[in-house]
Nanobody, 127 residues
């Protein structure tokens, strides 16, 4: 059974950095787009960053561009989200996800494109 497992969340202060990790090693075929999403209670899940199935194209939500970076190891077993200059509005449960289709050379920040999800890791940023 495919299982994605996030780790690395925590409670930090404004301006701090965190690196989130997602173990995707249980995926038999890891050549699919992956992404990070976040969600706060009462709001829709928001796409934060994605990486295409090759691993050479990324995309980011406007709210995190220049502060967050998505990456993966060469074997595509671990997906990372490196975050800098964290703000209170970045507080959320962060989820990693794998897409259902390879698609084109780009990736999507829409949750409908992803069918495999982790349980999430909480990030709390306080001032």
């Amino acid at each position: 059974q495919v299982q994605l497992t996030e780790s690395g969340g925590g409670s930090v202060h404004v301006g701090d950095s965190l690196t989130l990790s997602c173990d995707t090693s249980t995926m038999i075929d890891r050549n699919y787009p992956r992404a990070w999403f976040r969600q706060v209670p009462g709001k829709e899940r928001e796409g934060v960053a994605c990486i295409n199935f090759i691993g050479d194209v990324t995309d980011y939500a406007d709210s995190v561009t220049g502060r967050f970076s998505i990456s993966q190891d060469s074997a595509k077993k671990t997906l990372y989200l490196t975050t800098h200059d964290l703000r209170p509005e970045d507080s959320a449960m962060y989820f990693c996800a794998a897409a259902a289709r390879r698609g084109g050379l780009s990736c999507s920040l829409s949750s409908v494109e992803y069918n495999t999800w982790g349980q999430g890791t909480q990030v709390t940023v306080s001032s």
